[in-house]
């Protein structure tokens, strides 16, 4: 069993930074992936960040490329996501969560653990 527990949310004006962070207990290395995802009012949940478990493989949505980044603390089994140059499209719930697969890192429904979402504001 993995808990999954975010924080850093927040609201800021176009432009600016914010940082989220991950915390996992139990057994997170038996998940291939830990990431982000987020979900805006009437849309699909969409995968932002993802990062390997075993290691530093990283995929990035097409839209957050160059902006955000992904890392992982293994001493304290913890995933960062560094948002910069945030923009309004970005405003959403973001869930961090584990599980994933090679074949489809993005696929929500191979994700086994969630979070319960940070909200994200950012205002033009």
């Known amino acids: 069993q993995v808990q999954l527990v975010e924080s850093g949310g927040g609201s800021v004006q176009a432009g600016g930074s914010l940082r989220l962070s991950c915390a996992a207990s139990g057994d997170i290395y038996s998940s291939k992936f830990m990431g982000w995802f987020r979900q805006a009012p009437g849309k699909e949940r969409e995968g932002v960040a993802v990062?390997?478990?075993?290691?530093?493989?990283?995929y990035y949505a097409d839209s957050v490329k160059g902006r955000f980044t992904i890392s992982q603390d293994n001493a304290k089994n913890t995933v960062i996501l560094q948002m910069n140059s945030l923009k309004p499209e970005d405003t959403a719930m973001y869930y961090c969560a584990a599980g994933g697969s090679w074949v489809r890192p993005f696929r929500p429904d191979d994700y086994t653990y969630w979070g319960q979402g940070t909200q994200v504001t950012v205002s033009s």
């Open positions: 990062i390997y478990t075993g290691g530093s493989s990283t």
